[in-house]
């Protein structure tokens, strides 16, 4: 799973004979999108000829990582310089475009500095990071992502309420239909499109059903490899919003898109094996392991030191506001949807935990990191978790941070996250936090000049 061993300089130059320029020629491709990750989860790259890719270095400057939501950059003292990054393309990782008329295929690329060492602020170096903790004891992190979105309608006024598209009958769906097909019909022609461009991409997706939301789709991912289903989960956002595009549609995986309306998650169901592929969460005799405790002791002790990676921007925390669409607690039990913990019904093989706090905005590689680096402190420190909810949990107690910068703060000051996710990495995430909230905060929203404009 890790690719640090052989020094950058060696790895970024190709030959026109290599893996790449075959997998091009066979396919006719004209152009590489060649992209890196970045702090939000967006694309960050360069488009290159297909006959020119792999010919010397590529290189980007290292601030990309220093990037808000909204284009500013932050001060990160450790890149005074704005040096460039290495960037080698991960061979595993080409596929078509399948939405771009001329032939196109994408490739993700992994960052490094001169001196061979990953760059430590790039979100798939993280997740690789916490992956290298797990390797160290001999275990194998699975996940499998539930990603929850909205189509709209398009507007380009954004003091407007967003509202749910037309179906292909020319009905706007305005009552909540959860699990409905015939919904899920009325958009047939975005669904078979999405489905199509998915299996173009090798991106694993299965089960899609309508959830609580006017035009509210959850899309299940099939268990895998945490980077890989990082990777999928990355490239399915773009390609939904390319599919509904072509359907005159937007859209978003924004964590709250309509007033009064159900938020979208990314819930992650998440298992441990060994090396003989044995569910370490199970004994030998099926039951519930000590390991299984630890895993969720450490969700419940560490994941509010992480809580801004789950919910990332000021609108994430909306999502909460509503407690019987979102779980408000890190409270667990065994097949119940109103815990922020929920251990599914399965047999012993199969035996993992969803987290359900995680926004569809988050990055997939900081969620995916996150969650796996709490429940490894668990692990490894013996925690125990409470006891196991009965009945509903929405009645609770809220635990959860309400603000973003309550979250920002306290991941700041979380030494087991540092020693999880780097000290690098922390710093200037959090400083990317704290100038995205500071921007928030100097704009002055509908509600204050409706209501306390000249009321006050």
């Not at 490739?107 to 990071?129: A, E, I, K, N, Q």
């Not at 569910?279 to 000590?290: A, M, P, Q, R, V």
């Amino acid at each position: 799973m890790r690719a640090e061993s052989t020094p950058a300089s060696d790895r970024c130059s190709v030959s026109q004979d290599d893996v790449y320029q075959s997998w091009l020629q066979e396919r006719k491709i004209e152009d590489v999108e060649a992209f890196v990750p970045d702090m939000a989860g967006s694309a960050r790259g360069k488009v290159l000829p297909a006959d020119k890719f792999g010919e010397g270095q590529l290189k980007m400057p290292e601030a990309i990582f220093a990037q808000t939501i909204s284009g500013d950059y932050v001060d990160n003292e450790k890149n005074v310089e704005d040096r460039d990054m290495l960037l080698v393309p991960d061979p595993t990782t080409l596929r078509p475009v399948p939405w771009v008329a001329e032939p196109t295929a994408s490739v993700f690329l992994d960052c490094y500095r001169s001196d061979g060492s990953p760059v430590d602020t790039s979100p798939r170096s993280v997740l690789r990071h916490v992956l290298g903790k797990y390797e160290s004891q001999g275990w194998v992190p699975v996940v499998a992502p539930e990603v929850e979105f909205y189509l709209l309608n398009p507007h380009s006024d954004p003091n407007a309420e967003a509202e749910p598209p037309q179906g292909r009958l020319g009905r706007t769906e305005g009552a909540r239909q959860p699990y409905s097909i015939d919904t899920m019909n009325d958009f047939e022609p975005f669904i078979n499109d999405m489905y199509k461009y998915c299996e173009d991409q090798r991106i694993c997706i299965d089960t899609l059903s309508q959830e609580m939301g006017p035009a509210q789709f959850e899309i299940n991912f099939r268990h895998g490899n945490p980077i890989d289903l990082a990777d999928q989960v990355f490239l399915f956002k773009r390609t939904v919003r390319e599919a509904a595009i072509e359907h005159e549609m937007h859209a978003t995986f924004l964590a709250k898109a309509m007033t009064e309306e159900a938020g979208s998650a990314l819930h992650i169901h998440q298992s441990v094996v060994d090396k003989n592929g044995d569910n370490i969460f199970s004994t030998g005799k099926g039951e519930l392991s000590d390991l299984f405790y630890g895993f969720l002791g450490g969700l419940q002790t560490y994941m509010p030191q992480a809580m801004v990676m789950f919910a990332p921007y000021v609108n994430s925390y909306r999502r909460f506001l509503n407690p019987c669409a979102s779980p408000v607690n890190l409270s667990w039990a065994m097949d119940n949807r109103t815990v922020g913990l929920r251990v599914p019904d399965s047999g012993p093989e199969n035996r993992r935990v969803e987290n359900r706090l995680a926004g569809s905005d988050v990055n997939p590689y900081l969620a995916i990191a996150a969650t796996l680096a709490c429940g490894y402190l668990g692990m490894m420190e013996g925690l125990k978790p409470d006891d196991p909810v009965e009945g509903s949990a929405y009645g609770e107690a809220f635990s959860l941070h309400r603000h973003i910068n309550v979250a920002t703060e306290a991941l700041k000051a979380s030494n087991a996250m540092r020693s999880m996710l780097g000290e690098g990495f922390v710093d200037l995430y959090c400083a990317l936090k704290d100038d995205e909230f500071k921007e928030f905060q100097e704009i002055i929203t509908p509600w204050e000049r409706e209501i306390l404009m000249f009321n006050v």
